[in-house]
């Protein structure tokens, strides 16, 4: 990690927020939600990637253990092998585990159905990434007449614009198209809504971050972006979406994620 992303990270209690994920670990290896409740694919996947940036931060000893853990080793394994299908998100967060725990990645359950039927740009990312979905060829032009909807689904384009056409870097008209609405989308308190004019939100503020960093702008307000997601981190550790809420894995790997694309402008 570079020392801006360190220094931004570093405001985080990051003790806590290990012990916020590592209570929600369960007995076969899998983690979920909240400890009361039962373990998910997804919420595995964010509470071994908030591990893994515990551990290089802070060279962490019991955060590592998880890293390594036998029990969620076999429990992807046994995911992978109990599945028909599954959703093109969840396959990314699967191949990205197993990766991880340098588990083999073959022979994964085929993508639903449903998922190629459904074109966000956030199923296209999905899929190009997996390698099963070849980009469409399009005009120059369709890029700067689409329309843009929610920073989330800004975010997935700029990323599946990056491996679908890495050789056609954005003009400087859709650049700044993208960044003054991103821009727009910050509100007083620091935070993102889902477009200019809505409720600020964590998962908002990682995405229009995120993709501020791909268009290479700063938001209109750096100190606030960074005041709202430290006060969305709760008193057990975790993040909540909204400084009032509950907090959860999801939010909190979208806070660590949000501050190191900050730290990248």
Known sequence: MVAEQVSLLQQVDLVSLRDFVTRRFKEDGGFAATPMLV?????????????????KLLNDGCAESFLVHEATQAYLVGFARQKNTIPARIKCQLTALLHRFSLPVKQLPPV???????????????????????????EHDFF??????????CSFYLQWRQIGYPEAIPG????????GWLRASQNLDGGFGFYPGTTSYLENSFFALHALKEVKTFPADVRRAVNYILLCQAGTGGFS??????????DSLYALRALAALSGL
């Open 241 to 250: 979406r909204s400084p009032a809420a509950a907090p959860f894995l999801e």
């Open 144 to 153: 700067l007449s689409l329309p843009l909807k929610t920073v989330r689904e």
């Open 39 to 55: 373990h998910t694919l997804s919420d595995t996947y964010y509470a071994i990637e908030i591990l893994a940036i515990v551990q």
């Open 172 to 179: 400087v008209r859709e650049r700044n198209r993208i960044a």
């Open 112 to 138: 639903e159905s449903a998922c190629r039927r459904f074109r966000s740009f956030e199923e296209q990312f999905y899929l190009t990434s997996l390698g099963e979905e070849t980009p469409f060829v399009a």
